[in-house]
């Protein structure tokens, strides 16, 4: 009797000590960190090490790593999502520190993702699932004679992928056919989300909010224009639509209830998913119209880890080719030119020579250190422009003056630490 | 009772508001069941979500068995049943002390705890989410069964005073002849006389604890999801998942409707012993 | 018994428990309001950086049109919630005592939502008034028509963030009545029914007076339920299309989770305990002075 309590007691704490000399790593949840997730006999095979890879909502990562590491650090690998590397590099070990670095970054990373991993001229690990919005829309019906006869009848050009916003805009005008049918899909839920969707209407009317120097350089009327053009494109979009995440917007297009969206390229395999899409094999893929906005995660070791070699390893292991090929099934977005250029994998995504294309007219989110608060701001301007509480012109007005507050705090904050060094 | 008119048509009309009532009171679970019960892409047909095509029990499956909501509903399992047992268990001892020992305090702790009941857990949630950071002690079931401690020993208090006072004292009076010491004196006569208080008391616990989402929110990790985030998680996810958010709801419901049977018949027993007389 | 002993007793019985609530409850509590004084934030809280401002947070509440909005829709809310629950309730609770008699079973049905969890409830009812895949949207759609963005609509919002409390919640308000109506003494009623009076009447002059205190007891424990309301809200609105629904509760956490101003939302949250003592207690005193009773005896 008390020796099987004994013996539980000593399974447990086995167990217990078995998962404490894991590697942990924490990432951002979606379909391929799950594939990660259920490949991981693989790496813990040949290092004989368990990983435990914790998967949370992209949108919370950036603060658990925060409050992580001011806890001292219980994790050996994070995944950063870019907007934050500025805030979060100091707890990184810079790449060329990593323990068996290559001597440079492969040059088989893409540009825009090595972009992604820097701040202030360094890298800060590896570029993981490269984003970039893509233009997903219904070529059924863009194919479709009648359609194609009545749009040119209407806007006096061919139906076609849009080139520029302004087409969009007439594309959805002209599909809006409430209540089973609409133009367009918004992102607009208070979130990361829709500051990108803020961000692309933004860049698309050239608007850019800072220069080099984190001074404001905002245009606040162009800054109105874009902001009163993406509410005009709201009439187009489906009743409820005011506060959508990608679920919403994704749901809506696989319903068949919206013609066109912009969204990233790991939603793109959902779409051909008989068990979830009622629009299977009608989607055609494109280079965003206006300029989108492209995001990559990097894999970066903090430098609290006191697992670094092993972490490096896991990271190369992530972001290897090899790996990769098996993880874009699950919506893994390559980082790799290689793997964007593989014609097993380009057969299977045909959009990712679209994507290839995209990355070059891609924009960045502002790089500045308090990045949560410019885009709290931004979010929250533009949702309550959205809903009504504000007009274009007050939206504008109100993001231009509180983006000129967050600079100053910046660079008070900035000078008192220069003058605190300097006492030393 | 005695208001009935004769005529059955008459008296069946007065049965009408209970049945719309009993319809508006059943129709949102009803909805729940009828969308558990469904394959998810069903729900993205027109009427897909309102008829009864597709019914096929693929959520549930996916929900027990991909998805493994057997962890968080064991998660909440052990986290409900320690701090019920820890609340019940304290809190007889305080309820029992309070309803025979008249001292110069008692009122004032009375008071006291009456004033921990209306602590809205909002405002224990920023200093527990703080304090459990500072001691290391997130996502584990210890910070968990404190926070919802919180709630349920109080109530478990307040609940079993009454059942306590109602029990005569002429026992206590017998065990004092017969030598029983305070301690005897409860653990063998008086706890199990108020055994129909404690294990309401028990149940009102479990299930406070069952419910609990704002403490689980800010508290918990990915170790230790409780049952009713990993509901939530479904809305989460890019897809908004309906279909087995539903089946998990209902399977989370079944301990909750095993309970409320039970339940009623106690709670009035309880709250019109407890006092409730006007 | 003599003084040691009973002391050592007092002590054996409460002991545990005071213990208890002192480490977790009120530990915590003062610990938060000592944090209201300070400027802590994330980062500042974390590497110890926090600066003593007394009353500063306080002050800056008092401006903040945000967090006299949540205030505001939290006193909007209990009142809302309460007297459209209490009516219903009461209305139901007399007519199932007075005019007819259901089994206790078909009760019980009455009474299944108040056992629902509130996450569930919350985003079931997001379900059922989703204007696009939906319950309502697809009833709207049978008839070819776009439904209504209910829960887009600032004020809409807010009314089926109440709707939902009703329906959960009503029962049991309506349990609590329905048990002091089961423990009236008949005679009166009979009395002045022997008087020739009618139902409404009866109700006016018998049976509401005698249920007062029943009443007041509801009322009561009603309140304290919703002040702890946050989970169906949040599940359900997430605070609303811009902050329609983001009651006191919802601001206090956004403070902690969306901005890490940890000391601005302890002060807000010591309002908030401050408040639903007060009101509470008010309550309590107020039901002890109708019963006239010792304040030893808790209701």
């Known amino acids: 009797m008390y020796l099987k309590i004994l013996l539980i007691i000593f399974l447990s704490l086995s167990y217990q000590v078995a998962y404490s000399k894991a590697l942990k790593v924490l990432a951002f949840r979606d379909n391929h960190s799950e594939a990660v997730k259920s490949r991981l006999a693989e790496f813990e095979k040949t290092r004989g090490v368990k990983v435990q890879l914790d998967l949370i909502a992209s949108s919370t990562v950036a603060t658990k790593i925060m409050t992580d590491q001011m806890a001292g650090g219980s994790y050996d690998l994070y995944t950063v999502d870019e907007p934050f590397i500025p805030k979060l590099s100091p707890f990184f070990l810079k790449y060329k520190d990593w323990p068996k670095a290559e001597k440079s970054l492969s040059s088989d990373f893409l540009t825009a993702a090595l972009a992604g991993t820097s701040f202030a001229g360094s890298s800060f690990g590896l570029p993981v699932n490269s984003n970039i919005y893509m233009y997903v829309y219904r070529k059924d019906l863009f194919e479709d004679p009648k359609e194609k006869h009545n749009f040119l009848n209407r806007y006096h050009y061919s139906l076609s992928q849009p080139k520029n916003i302004r087409e969009m805009r007439d594309i959805a005008e002209f599909f809006t056919r409430p209540p089973r049918l609409y133009g367009f899909a918004p992102f607009t839920k208070k979130s990361e989300g829709t500051t990108i969707e803020a961000i692309w209407i933004l860049s698309s009317f050239e608007v850019k909010l800072f220069d080099a120097e984190l001074n404001v350089i905002m245009d606040e009327d162009k800054a109105r224009s874009a902001f009163a053009f993406y509410k005009k494109l709201m009439k187009f979009a489906p009743v409820g639509s005011k506060s959508w995440h990608h679920s919403e917007r994704m749901a809506a297009y696989k319903k068949g209830k919206v013609v066109q969206i912009l969204t990233w390229p790991g939603f793109l395999p959902g779409i051909e998913n008989p068990k979830r899409s009622l629009v299977i094999g009608k989607s055609g893929w494109g280079v965003p119209p206006g300029r989108a906005v492209v995001g990559t995660w990097t894999l970066a070791i903090p430098k609290s880890s006191n697992k670094k070699a092993l972490a490096a390893d896991f990271a190369h292991h992530w972001t290897s080719e090899s790996f990769g090929k098996k993880l874009v099934p699950y919506g893994m977005n390559p980082s790799r030119s290689a793997l964007l250029a593989d014609p097993e994998l380009n057969a299977k995504n045909p959009w990712f020579a679209a994507l290839l294309k995209s990355f070059e007219k891609g924009t960045v989110r502002p790089r500045f250190p308090e990045y949560k608060k410019v885009s709290d701001n931004i979010s929250n301007h533009f949702t309550n422009m959205l809903i009504g509480n504000l007009t274009p012109e007050q939206c504008a007005k109100n993001l231009k003056r509180d983006l000129i507050k967050l600079a100053a705090e910046v660079r008070k904050a900035q000078m008192a630490k220069a003058s605190a060094e300097e006492k030393l | 009772m005695n208001k009935m008119p004769g005529n059955l048509i008459s008296r069946l009309c007065y049965y009408i508001p209970i049945a719309v009532v009993i319809g508006i009171q059943i129709l949102p679970l009803y909805v729940i069941l009828l969308t558990s019960l469904k394959e998810p892409i069903t729900l993205l047909y027109e009427k897909g979500a309102i008829n009864f095509e597709g019914l096929s029990l693929a959520n549930y499956s996916r929900v027990i068995l991909k998805d493994q909501l057997w962890i968080p509903i064991k998660t909440s399992m052990i986290i409900g049943i320690t701090s019920t047992g820890i609340s019940v268990i304290v809190g007889s001892l305080a309820a029992y002390g309070l309803a025979t020992f008249k001292f110069k305090g008692s009122w004032l702790i009375s008071m006291g705890i009456l004033c921990s009941r209306m602590v809205p857990p909002v405002a224990l949630a920023l200093p527990a989410f703080l304090l459990l950071r500072m001691f290391g002690a997130v996502d584990n079931y210890m910070g968990l069964i404190l926070a919802h401690t919180t709630f349920n020993l109080p109530f478990a208090i307040w609940l079993m005073i009454p059942f306590f006072q109602m029990l005569p004292k002429d026992y206590s009076d017998a065990a004092a002849l017969d030598g029983l010491g305070a301690w005897q004196t409860f653990s063998l006569i008086y706890f199990p006389l108020a055994k129909p208080g404690i294990v309401v008391a028990a149940i009102f616990c479990f299930l406070m604890s069952w419910n609990d989402f704002l403490y689980s929110l800010i508290l918990a990790g990915s170790d230790t999801r409780t049952a009713p985030l990993a509901i939530n998680a479904y809305m989460t996810s890019d897809q908004i998942e309906w279909g087995a958010m539903s089946a998990a709801s209902m399977i989370v419901l079944i301990p909750v409707l095993i309970f409320c049977r039970y339940l009623q018949n106690h709670l009035i027993g309880g709250l019109t012993s407890g006092g409730v007389k006007g | ?299």
């Open chain 3, 1 to 299: 018994m003599s003084l040691t002993q009973k002391k050592r007793h007092i002590v054996l019985f409460l002991g545990p428990a005071l213990t208890l609530l002192l480490l977790i409850l009120v530990f915590p509590i003062l610990y938060s309001i000592n944090l209201s004084l300070f400027n802590a934030d994330g980062a500042s809280w974390f590497n110890g950086s926090s600066s003593f401002i007394a009353f500063d947070n306080y002050i800056r509440l008092a401006t903040d049109t945000s967090f006299l909005n949540s205030v505001w829709l939290l006193f909007l809310y209990i009142f809302a919630t309460t007297a459209i629950e209490l009516s219903i309730a009461l209305v139901f609770a007399i007519y199932l005592d007075q005019v007819i008699q259901v089994p206790s079973w078909l009760r019980t049905l009455i009474l299944l939502p108040m056992f629902v969890l509130p996450v569930v409830s919350g985003l079931t009812f997001r379900y059922i008034f989703d204007p696009d895949g939906g319950i309502l949207g697809q009833l709207y759609l049978l008839f070819d028509k776009e439904a209504p963005d209910m829960l887009g609509n600032q004020l809409l919002a807010f009314v089926l963030v109440v709707l939902q409390d009703v329906w959960r919640m009503w029962p049991f308000l309506f349990i609590i009545i329905f048990a002091g109506l089961k423990s009236l003494p008949k005679d009166p009623i009979e009395a002045i029914k022997l008087d020739g009076a009618n139902f409404f009447q009866t109700c006016r002059y018998v049976i509401i007076p005698g249920i007062k205190g029943t009443i007041t007891v509801a009322i009561l424990l009603k309140i304290i339920e919703s002040l702890k309301a946050f989970t169906e809200i949040y599940v359900m609105t997430g605070g609303g299309p811009g902050e329609s629904t983001t009651i006191l509760s919802m601001y206090i956490i956004k403070q902690l989770t969306d901005f890490s101003e940890y000391g601005y939302g302890s002060a807000a949250s010591t309002l908030l305990l401050i408040f639903g003592v007060a009101l509470t207690m008010g309550l309590g005193l107020y039901q002890n002075r109708q019963k006239q009773q010792k304040p030893e005896v808790i209701i």
